[in-house]
């Protein structure tokens, strides 16, 4: 069966500071996605990178980028210049393929604070 | 202009109730899915739907049932609502393969 862990319950970082949030999982497909979602008070889960596992190249988006490990199946996301608007609860999710349709795998969560 | 809508955002229901909640998606995805996020924050799937057709159950209570009257909906009805069922329910679609796009929720409350 295919897990997600995410080693960090809580973490904090100050604001203009760079924090890496750790993931790892754990599948013997060899193509696969990769995900980190965000989820802030409001609730709404949010899309923040995406890793396709035939990638090479680590994905960025602005300031987050991956650090994707395929051997080591880790997949650790990188947030630099850290904004109050950061502060959310971080879900490291792997796509699994079943049956013709797919469905996302999700690590327990890492509650970052961004602190002034 | 909304991607994935829900409704309500929040249900405040008694225990025995049954309730449904309802997710509609313009993105012209053609798989839907529910997911439940319990009290700890946890997020597993319940439901997939590709183009009306149930493709994924994990092993939810029947009292649990969705329906898909078309591709861009997805309902989900409960029935006999018990304490346990208190959660944050998301609606999401996608194009299989693809990224997942998420409702805003909807938190159920059962007394």
């Known amino acids: 069966a295919q897990t997600v862990t995410q080693s960090q319950p809580e973490m904090s970082v100050q604001e203009a500071e760079t924090v890496t949030l750790s993931c790892t999982y754990d599948t013997s497909e060899s193509n696969y996605y990769l995900f980190w979602y965000k989820q802030p008070p409001s609730r709404q889960m949010i899309l923040v990178i995406r890793?396709?596992?035939?990638?090479?190249q680590n994905a960025t988006e602005n300031r987050f980028s991956v650090n994707f490990q395929k051997a080591a199946k880790s997949f650790s996301l990188k947030i630099s210049d850290s904004q109050l608007g950061d502060t959310a609860m971080y879900f490291c999710?792997?796509?699994?393929?079943?049956?013709?349709?797919?469905?996302?795998?999700f690590g327990k969560g890492t509650k970052l604070t961004v602190n002034p | 202009d909304t991607a994935v809508s829900q409704t309500p955002k929040y249900l405040v229901t008694q225990m025995g109730n049954d309730k449904s909640i309802k997710c509609e998606q313009n993105?012209?995805?053609?798989?839907m899915y529910w997911y439940k996020q319990d009290s700890k924050k946890f997020l597993k799937i319940m439901f997939s739907y590709n183009n009306k057709e149930l493709i994924i159950n994990e092993t939810v209570p029947n009292r649990f049932s969705p329906k898909s009257p078309d591709k861009a909906h997805l309902n989900l009805h409960i029935n006999s609502l018990e304490l346990g069922d208190s959660a944050v329910y998301f609606c999401a679609s996608s194009q299989v393969p693809d990224t997942q796009y998420f409702g805003p929720g909807t938190r159920l409350t059962v007394l």
């Open positions: 993105l012209g995805h053609d798989t």
């Open positions: 890793q396709e596992a035939y990638k090479q």
């Open positions: 999710a792997f796509l699994v393929f079943q049956g013709g349709s797919e469905k996302l795998v």
